[in-house]
């Protein structure tokens, strides 16, 4: 990318690239280099001084204060910005202020070390040591600046110069008509540093935004593959696998499938589904805080036509000891979800779907090796994906379905849960449940010998 490519960056982030070019010369003033000026120009006053003095200078000890106001802004800008933080807005002025007054103390020097002059005094000794200072301080006055155009530097360089040029005129004719070339070759001089200053300053500029910018950008797509707390670990230096718990534990796995989706014939089946799931998501994310881990639950994964989520592990939830009450209410949350997207879709069929929820062992793991996605496993989601699979079985299909129609429902949405999570619902939620003696239908819970009931709860 060329020096154009850079130029065009910079209009197009013209005030990003206004607001860097500030603090650069905010910068300049406050540390090193307005310090470093601000001593050489002090140490110029001194050798000067002494040079005036050996001489028999009237006006020597006037040189010790030509460059007072320069010196002054040095060392007092980072104090009074400090006190006054709009100060910084106008930093870029403040450096011109301070170069400017750089050349009215050179200016001012040659005033007193010309006046002699005046009274027969010889100038060409003293023609012959200045004659090199005019170059050198007309270049480092006018090699740096912080605008954002070019134009308007090199706009101030002509003005600085030209006013240089008339004042030393004023001054001393003779001594100008014999550094004239000084002058120009000071201000081609310092119009070639400016403009590679200039050019360094774009493309410093350009790279720390696109880098910025890439930054950005990565952040941003990492957070759609893990969450927040993950996102402030691992910039804060720690490992992936060190973001999400893994230690084994308790937890109630809900299994969301819908029932017959292979019988759903529309274009947009699938963007059907994906609403389906981002509103789980958004539930699932409902209360999320950091410290501790905490949400209403956790999504584990999605499986085309179902949705499995966590409650209680790996998040805590704001109801540690009603797990089973939480979690009927969180299913509740999304059958309602459902039946909306379900509504919105518009389908000339009705669609329901059925949960399982099944409280046992989990643990969380990183896989080995490739991508090191976060997964859950254990007993409860082989048990969940189980309880949701019975409105499959015919004889407990009979049983949902014969108690439905009682309540005048053709078509509805089921949830079933384990013995364990019904005794520990309070009254108000057990009442939504019916219970299936699975040894009077001489049934045998795959993965849960012990299950002597299952209870089921069919909705809207």
Same mark, same amino acid.
């Not at 850079?6 to 690239?17: D, G």
């Not at 800008?77 to 009215?104: E, G, H, Q």
């Given at each position: 990318?060329?020096?154009?490519?850079?130029?065009?960056?910079?209009?197009?982030?013209?005030?990003?690239?206004?607001?860097?070019?500030?603090?650069?010369?905010?910068?300049?003033?406050? /540390?090193?280099?307005?310090?470093?000026?601000?001593?050489?120009?002090?140490?110029?006053?001194? #050798?000067?001084?002494?040079?005036?003095?050996?001489?028999?200078?009237?006006?020597?000890?006037?040189?010790?204060?030509?460059?007072?106001?320069?010196?002054?802004?040095?060392?007092?800008? =980072?104090?009074?910005?400090?006190?006054?933080?709009?100060?910084?807005?106008?930093?870029?002025?403040?450096?011109?202020?301070?170069?400017?007054?750089?050349?009215?103390?050179?200016?001012?020097?040659?005033?007193?070390?010309?006046?002699?002059?005046?009274?027969?005094?010889?100038?060409?000794?003293?023609?012959?040591?200045?004659?090199?200072?005019?170059?050198?301080?007309?270049?480092?006055?006018?090699?740096?600046?912080?605008?954002?155009?070019?134009?308007?530097?090199?706009?101030? /360089?002509?003005?600085?110069?030209?006013?240089?040029?008339?004042?030393?005129?004023?001054?001393?004719?003779?001594?100008?008509? #014999?550094?004239?070339?000084?002058?120009?070759?000071?201000?081609?001089?310092?119009?070639?540093?400016?403009?590679?200053?200039?050019?360094?300053?774009?493309?410093?500029?350009?790279?720390?935004?696109?880098? &910025?910018?890439?930054?950005?950008?990565?952040?941003?797509?990492?957070?759609?593959?893990?969450? =927040?707390?993950?996102?402030?670990?691992?910039?804060?230096?720690?490992?992936?696998?060190?973001?999400?718990?893994?230690?084994?534990?308790? &937890?109630?796995?809900?299994?969301?499938?819908?029932?017959?989706?292979?019988?759903?014939?529309?274009?947009?089946?699938? &963007?059907?589904?994906?609403?389906?799931?981002?509103?789980?998501?958004?539930?699932?994310?409902?209360?999320?805080?950091?410290?501790?881990?905490?949400?209403?639950?956790?999504?584990?994964?999605?499986?085309?036509?179902?949705?499995?989520?966590?409650?209680?592990?790996?998040?805590?939830?704001?109801?540690?000891? &009603?797990?089973?009450?939480?979690?009927?209410?969180?299913?509740?949350?999304?059958?309602?979800?459902? /039946?909306?997207?379900?509504?919105?879709?518009?389908?000339?069929?009705?669609?329901?779907?059925?949960?399982?929820?099944?409280? /046992?062992?989990?643990?969380?793991?990183?896989?080995?090796?490739?991508?090191?996605?976060?997964?859950?496993?254990?007993?409860?989601?082989?048990?969940?994906?189980?309880?949701?699979?019975?409105?499959?079985?015919?004889?407990?299909?009979?049983?949902?379905?014969?108690?439905?129609?009682?309540?005048?429902?053709?078509?509805?949405?089921?949830?079933?849960?384990?013995?364990?999570?019904?005794?520990?619902?309070?009254?108000?939620?057990?009442?939504?449940?019916?219970?299936?003696?699975?040894?009077?239908?001489?049934?045998?819970?795959?993965?849960?010998?012990?299950?002597?009931?299952?209870?089921?709860?069919?909705?809207?």
């Amino acid at each position: 990318m060329n020096s154009d490519n850079y130029s065009a960056y910079c209009k197009e982030h013209a005030n990003e690239f206004r607001d860097e070019l500030r603090d650069d010369a905010s910068r300049a003033l406050r /540390n090193w280099p307005g310090k470093t000026a601000a001593f050489l120009l002090i140490v110029s006053s001194l #050798i000067s001084w002494l040079s005036m003095s050996a001489s028999g200078n009237p006006d020597a000890n006037k040189v010790l204060f030509t460059y007072a106001l320069p010196v002054t802004i040095a060392f007092a800008y =980072p104090l009074t910005s400090l006190v006054f933080a709009r100060l910084d807005k106008y930093s870029r002025s403040v450096l011109d202020i301070f170069l400017l007054s750089i050349l009215f103390g050179f200016c001012l020097t040659l005033h007193f070390v010309f006046k002699p002059i005046e009274a027969g005094v010889d100038p060409s000794d003293l023609y012959i040591a200045l004659s090199g200072q005019i170059n050198f301080v007309i270049l480092m006055t006018t090699a740096f600046s912080y605008h954002s155009s070019f134009g308007i530097t090199l706009l101030r /360089n002509s003005v600085y110069t030209l006013l240089t040029a008339v004042l030393i005129y004023l001054i001393d004719p003779a001594y100008l008509a #014999i550094n004239a070339i000084q002058v120009v070759q000071g201000f081609l001089g310092g119009i070639i540093v400016s403009w590679l200053f200039f050019a360094r300053i774009q493309t410093r500029f350009y790279y720390k935004s696109i880098d &910025a910018d890439t930054r950005q950008h990565l952040y941003k797509q990492l957070s759609k593959l893990v969450y =927040p707390h993950q996102l402030a670990r691992i910039k804060a230096g720690d490992q992936l696998e060190e973001t999400m718990p893994v230690a084994p534990a308790q &937890a109630i796995v809900n299994v969301f499938d819908v029932q017959g989706s292979s019988n759903i014939k529309h274009e947009k089946t699938q &963007a059907f589904f994906l609403e389906i799931f981002r509103a789980f998501s958004q539930i699932c994310m409902m209360g999320y805080e950091h410290n501790p881990l905490k949400s209403r639950a956790f999504r584990l994964k999605e499986t085309g036509d179902g949705f499995i989520s966590a409650i209680g592990y790996p998040f805590l939830t704001d109801r540690v000891d &009603a797990l089973a009450d939480h979690a009927v209410e969180t299913a509740l949350l999304m059958f309602r979800a459902f /039946n909306s997207e379900v509504d919105r879709f518009g389908y000339s069929n009705p669609i329901k779907a059925a949960m399982g929820l099944a409280y /046992n062992s989990v643990q969380g793991t990183f896989q080995s090796s490739g991508i090191r996605a976060y997964d859950l496993f254990g007993d409860a989601l082989i048990q969940a994906y189980r309880y949701e699979e019975l409105r499959k079985t015919p004889v407990i299909a009979n049983i949902i379905r014969e108690h439905a129609l009682t309540l005048g429902l053709k078509h509805y949405n089921i949830l079933i849960v384990q013995e364990v999570i019904y005794n520990s619902l309070c009254e108000r939620y057990k009442q939504l449940f019916n219970a299936i003696d699975l040894k009077q239908i001489d049934f045998h819970m795959p993965q849960d010998p012990n299950a002597h009931f299952v209870f089921f709860h069919v909705l809207e």
